[in-house]
């Protein structure tokens, strides 16, 4: 069983941007998160994007924006195996900081925008009319493939504007961003859900958990909430499902063997909670989806 989790070296790397064509890179894209932001943009085709409980149809001119930390996988419409070509972006949405008191920070807006509920992660091609959002997204393609001088000064004023257009779109559905910007978190809390995916197939418990981050349970749970927007147990128990469902994707192992894999205490604990999450049995979901193996 792989990890969800996918490293990358934001540091060195902050930026990465590319033309993704399904006829000669891996597909489907499987479960996974990084602490990078994700921007995909549909050139070709029409995509199925799933982001933690939400899932999208992608057509061409559709953006799609996934917060860091979500999970999330690409896939073709059910039943379709057309050619896909789609913009991937990746950067840190930490680098986008401004010093200028009388607006709000913009990785504090977007991240504020991205917890409010309601507002969608998907922006269509009509409510991106008028915004070159092509050039934009395939000028940070380009440089990242010619890393000329200065590529990456000109990929942050490419997503500057992508990142305040998507703003703008979301003021106009109601979203109006605070001008507070909150204290950083303690660096342990922040990267706790990388130690639950490497070690969800084990025993784990929220005290451990808040041990472990050199936290009070009560002030763990509170700041995880915070962070995450769910409860520690319920985020655990969400990675075991999301790694529950891609076995049965992708594998042709057994109920017993995945509950124990995936970490669930039996298999029939395993069944109870995936048809909490996902309104359908195990079994019954494997014989409905039909998706190819990559």
Same mark, same amino acid.
């Given at each position: 069983m792989h990890n969800l989790f996918e490293p990358g070296d934001i540091l060195n790397s902050p930026y990465e941007a590319f033309?993704? %064509?399904?006829? &000669?890179?891996?597909?489907?894209?499987?479960?996974?998160? @990084? @602490?990078?932001? $994700?921007?995909?943009?549909?050139? &070709?085709?029409?995509?199925?994007? $799933?982001? %933690? $409980? &939400? &899932?999208?149809l992608l057509k061409p001119g559709d953006m799609a924006a996934l917060p860091p930390k979500s999970i999330h996988a690409i896939y073709n419409v059910p039943g379709s195996h057309e050619n896909l070509l789609y913009y991937v972006i990746k950067f840190d949405l930490n680098r986008f900081r401004e010093n200028i008191g009388y607006v709000p920070q913009l990785k504090s807006a977007v991240m504020q925008a991205m917890n409010a509920p309601g507002l969608s992660f998907c922006f269509s091609s009509e409510e991106l009319s008028g915004f070159s959002v092509l050039e934009f997204v395939s000028g940070c393609a380009k440089e990242a493939e010619s890393r000329h001088y200065g590529y990456y000064m000109m990929m942050h004023s490419y997503l500057n504007c992508i990142l305040v257009n998507m703003l703008r779109i979301w003021r106009e559905h109601g979203f109006t961003p605070s001008y507070e910007v909150s204290a950083p978190s303690a660096h342990s809390i922040d990267t706790i859900t990388e130690y639950i995916d490497a070690h969800s197939s084990q025993p784990l418990k929220v005290e451990q958990l808040a041990a472990h981050c050199n936290m009070s349970y009560s002030f763990f749970a509170k700041q995880f909430k915070q962070l995450y927007g769910r409860s520690c147990k319920e985020y655990i128990e969400y990675i075991r499902i999301i790694k529950t469902e891609d076995m049965l994707l992708f594998t042709d192992y057994d109920l017993t063997y995945i509950s124990q894999a995936a970490g669930f205490s039996d298999c029939s604990h395993m069944i109870k909670t995936f048809r909490k999450y996902k309104n359908i049995t195990p079994k019954q979901f494997r014989m409905q989806n039909t998706k190819v193996l990559p």
């Amino acid at each position: 069983m792989h990890n969800l989790f996918e490293p990358g070296d934001i540091l060195n790397s902050p930026y990465e941007a590319f033309l993704f %064509d399904t006829c &000669k890179m891996s597909f489907p894209i499987r479960p996974h998160w @990084h @602490h990078y932001m $994700e921007i995909l943009l549909m050139v &070709k085709g029409t995509a199925v994007v $799933e982001s %933690d $409980e &939400k &899932k999208y149809l992608l057509k061409p001119g559709d953006m799609a924006a996934l917060p860091p930390k979500s999970i999330h996988a690409i896939y073709n419409v059910p039943g379709s195996h057309e050619n896909l070509l789609y913009y991937v972006i990746k950067f840190d949405l930490n680098r986008f900081r401004e010093n200028i008191g009388y607006v709000p920070q913009l990785k504090s807006a977007v991240m504020q925008a991205m917890n409010a509920p309601g507002l969608s992660f998907c922006f269509s091609s009509e409510e991106l009319s008028g915004f070159s959002v092509l050039e934009f997204v395939s000028g940070c393609a380009k440089e990242a493939e010619s890393r000329h001088y200065g590529y990456y000064m000109m990929m942050h004023s490419y997503l500057n504007c992508i990142l305040v257009n998507m703003l703008r779109i979301w003021r106009e559905h109601g979203f109006t961003p605070s001008y507070e910007v909150s204290a950083p978190s303690a660096h342990s809390i922040d990267t706790i859900t990388e130690y639950i995916d490497a070690h969800s197939s084990q025993p784990l418990k929220v005290e451990q958990l808040a041990a472990h981050c050199n936290m009070s349970y009560s002030f763990f749970a509170k700041q995880f909430k915070q962070l995450y927007g769910r409860s520690c147990k319920e985020y655990i128990e969400y990675i075991r499902i999301i790694k529950t469902e891609d076995m049965l994707l992708f594998t042709d192992y057994d109920l017993t063997y995945i509950s124990q894999a995936a970490g669930f205490s039996d298999c029939s604990h395993m069944i109870k909670t995936f048809r909490k999450y996902k309104n359908i049995t195990p079994k019954q979901f494997r014989m409905q989806n039909t998706k190819v193996l990559p």
